[in-house]
């Protein structure tokens, strides 16, 4: 949560979207005004898949400690596994309270919308009865589906360096 003019705040994490899959995220806010801010985010998995996102939005302090933020982005996931891109547009609105307890307790929650477009190929070899020559085929997918994905988070500590516990999940619409 952005709240001043000139605001830099740089998050790692070791995250895990499910069990057996951790991943090394990166994410750093910038506020260049007394209302804008840019982000950027990168993730990477132990499957060698990366997701970049970059957003642009809007901070507003109400009283002293209290922050609305809204975002309009764009995400990439680069998956080798699958042979596929995935785009991720998104609208994202975050809220809480930030500098508690003299500066060492921040609060919020995230909600993210958007829509995961799919856009992968699937190779399959056949060999029929001739190893020389394996006939190839390749499917071509791509879908549109809604998500919403809301996320909760306390962060603790010093002033300037803090631990932080971040709950999210993300659900798809329309798989069918």
Request: glycine content about 12%; some cysteine; aromatic content about 16%.
């Amino acid at each position: 949560l952005i709240r001043h003019q000139n605001d830099l705040q740089i998050e790692g994490a070791i995250s895990s979207t499910y069990i057996g899959a951790p991943a090394i995220n990166t994410t750093a806010t910038y506020s260049f005004n007394k209302w804008g801010a840019v982000q950027g985010h990168i993730n990477w998995n132990g499957y060698m898949d990366f997701y970049l996102q970059t957003a642009f939005g809007s901070y507003l302090p109400i009283k002293q400690h209290y922050v609305i933020e809204g975002y309009v982005g764009y995400g990439l996931w680069i998956s080798p596994e699958e042979y596929g891109i995935y785009h991720n547009p998104f609208l994202q609105f975050n809220t809480g309270w930030v500098g508690l307890a003299k500066e060492h307790i921040d609060v919020g929650f995230g909600l993210k919308t958007g829509c995961f477009i799919t856009s992968f190929s699937k190779i399959q070899t056949n060999i029929k009865g001739n190893e020389t020559s394996p006939e190839t085929q390749v499917s071509t997918f791509k879908e549109i589906v809604p998500l919403i994905e809301p996320q909760i988070f306390i962060r603790f500590e010093g002033k300037k360096l803090k631990g932080s516990l971040r709950v999210g999940y993300c659900t798809f619409f329309n798989m069918g």
